[in-house]
């Protein structure tokens, strides 16, 4: 399901955060709602007033129709406000064919968003809130 947990104590939260990010993406790769919404905090809410069932209907809808996900991501900054929150700001390229790095974007039909994500810490680490809007290429290099 998950890339399991490094097993080594020395594990840090921003390595915990990156993870987060890794299995956000193999989960919309794999068009799989149900890991997706496990990443989700129950009281999640978004700029749009969306709330986690509302967020995941949108996933679900967006992965049907889409028979091919390919992401990549490229993390632009985490800050740790408190210990177990944390304000990720990440760039998302989209596109229907694989996406071997940054500079096959300019090739693809790709759609780039930035989003700006909360996640906090219980047990494991969860989206709480989040924006998100187009970017271009550009804003990624």
């Not at 210990?83 to 780039?112: H, K």
Request: proline share 1%; charged share 25%.
């Amino acid at each position: 399901m998950f890339i399991p947990a490094c097993s080594d104590d020395n594990i840090t939260a921003e390595d915990e955060v990156k993870l987060y990010i890794t299995n956000a993406q193999l989960a919309a790769e794999n068009r799989n709602h149900s890991d997706l919404a496990d990443l989700i905090d129950k009281d999640y809410r978004d700029h749009k007033g969306l709330n986690k069932k509302q967020i995941i209907e949108m996933a679900r809808a967006y992965f049907f129709t889409h028979k091919n996900i390919y992401l990549f991501t490229q993390i632009q900054s985490i800050d740790f406000q408190q210990e177990n929150t944390a304000f990720v700001t990440v760039y998302v390229a989209m596109a229907g064919t694989l996406i071997s790095d940054i500079n096959a974007l300019s090739s693809l039909r790709a759609r780039i968003y930035k989003f700006e994500l909360l996640l906090i810490k219980n047990n494991e680490w969860l989206l709480q809130q989040a924006k998100w809007q187009r970017a271009a290429l550009k804003d990624m290099l």
